[in-house]
């Protein structure tokens, strides 16, 4: 669709179109969002803003250009993915090999690289060859969830564009809230392991949701212990789950797998 319909993020849009409009496109973006916003779209409206001619710096999404963009097919676009669990560096030397080429089309490659943050460190080093001498004309976008995976020196030499920050709100904070309450209760019930699990898989979808999650817990215990109300748990488990929360949110920050450091902190709460 056009930039002009993202209505959730109008902010960012109107700076990409001023951008474009102005001949001041950077070379290389991150594009960073949680698991549930499509990236791979964005990227590819991005794109048509950029080179669409019948609405330049929104993209009219029905043009020739607009069309092949949508589908994947533009001549100059080149798309790449992870293709297990991490990006490889096969995978970015076949892209460098193909923005050699010259442009088919117009005076733009263009590459959109998904799963930007399981690049290996190999392979960000030879995307940063790239970053550091781009040929002339060429965007290079880089979709992420977790961006604090790329180098600093990658960071370093792209703008980072943050697509929704508008979906912390206080709805999805009560949410949050509502599931830390609901997993107490299942734990307090006594309930199988693989119960608890299943059910964590389904809620905590990303590292963003296990932090607020932890954040959920601990503020749970916490009130427990300040309203002298602990349900079920003596005061010292109590101090004791909040020391395991925690140490959870180290193992995270340490960069820990976030399901294996929930699954862990569950684990010592209900033993
Ligand atoms: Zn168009």
């Not at 533009?74 to 050699?100: N, P, R, T």
């Not at 709100?169 to 699990?197: D, R, V």
């Amino acid at each position: 669709m056009s930039l002009k319909q993202y209505t959730g993020f109008t902010r960012l849009t109107e700076r990409l179109h001023d951008a474009i409009i102005n001949g001041k496109i950077s070379h290389a973006y991150i594009l960073e969002g949680d698991t549930g916003i499509d990236k791979e779209a964005f990227a590819k409206d991005f794109v048509k803003a950029i080179l669409c001619r019948e609405e330049p710096g929104y993209g009219c999404d029905h043009c020739r250009i607009c069309r092949k963009i949508e589908h994947g097919n533009y001549e100059d676009m080149y798309m790449v993915k992870a293709d297990d669990s991490s990006l490889k560096d096969a995978v970015i030397s076949g892209l460098q090999a193909d923005l050699k080429n010259k442009p088919a089309g117009g005076d733009r490659n263009i590459a959109i690289i998904c799963d930007a943050d399981t690049m290996t460190v190999r392979a960000q080093n030879r995307l940063l060859k790239t970053l550091e001498e781009p040929n002339a004309g060429t965007v290079i976008l880089l979709l992420s969830e977790n961006t604090e995976n790329l180098l600093p020196t990658i960071l370093s030499r792209c703008i980072v564009l943050r697509l929704g920050n508008y979906t912390r709100s206080l709805q999805n904070q009560a949410e949050e809230q509502s599931f830390a309450k609901e997993l107490m209760e299942i734990i307090e019930s006594g309930a199988y392991f693989c119960e608890i699990k299943d059910k964590l898989t389904k809620e905590i979808k990303d590292r963003k949701e296990a932090f607020a999650l932890l954040d959920g817990l601990e503020r749970l215990f916490r009130d427990r212990l300040l309203g002298g109300s602990t349900g079920s748990l003596r005061k010292e488990q109590i101090i004791r789950n909040i020391a395991y929360v925690e140490a959870a949110r180290r193992d995270l920050l340490a960069n820990v797998n976030y399901k294996y450091a929930i699954r862990n902190l569950v684990l010592k709460i209900g033993g």
